[in-house]
């Protein structure tokens, strides 16, 4: 059976060590720090993923109120982060977590949920259309180091 639980001071721990699932460049102490950041914002906010009480996976959400490509209404709850571990995804349970976010963006008042992914990265744009999200725009990012 499988249950959502928002961030809470007790599940940190869980989301962080989630989060090091996703961001593999990341530590525990970060993602920890992070999430208790998180859990004092104003607005943003964090659902872990339970499948019979065991954590297996989570979305991250945010308040973007600077531009977001294809966005009409500003600001815009945004996904920053969505994870199921590898046992149990392809079977509808990261589309549970999309239908959690879009419950809290329309709690929160907004009325457009935004994403994004790396170009490269096939299996979540697949995920993004899936869940009825559109692509609006394909962008590469540059840097010019100047020391």
């Not at 209404?73 to 999309?98: C, H, S, T, W």
């Amino acid at each position: 059976m499988t249950s959502i639980q928002e961030i809470s001071r007790e599940n940190i721990s869980i989301l962080a060590h989630l989060a090091t699932q996703l961001w593999t460049d990341t530590h525990f102490d970060e993602m920890s720090e992070h999430f208790e950041e998180v859990l004092l914002a104003e607005h943003p906010t964090a659902f872990i993923l339970l499948q019979d009480q065991k954590p297996i996976g989570f979305i991250e959400l945010s308040v973007r109120q600077d531009y977001v490509e294809g966005a009409e209404d500003m600001p815009v709850a945004y996904v920053e982060g969505i994870y199921v571990d590898n046992v149990f995804r392809k079977k509808g349970l990261a589309i549970q977590l999309i239908h959690k976010a879009e419950q809290w963006a329309r709690s929160q008042g907004y009325t457009q949920l935004c994403s994004d992914s790396e170009l490269a990265n096939s299996g979540s744009i697949i995920f993004h259309q899936k869940a009825g999200f559109e692509e609006v725009g394909r962008i590469v990012c540059f840097v010019k180091n100047l020391n």
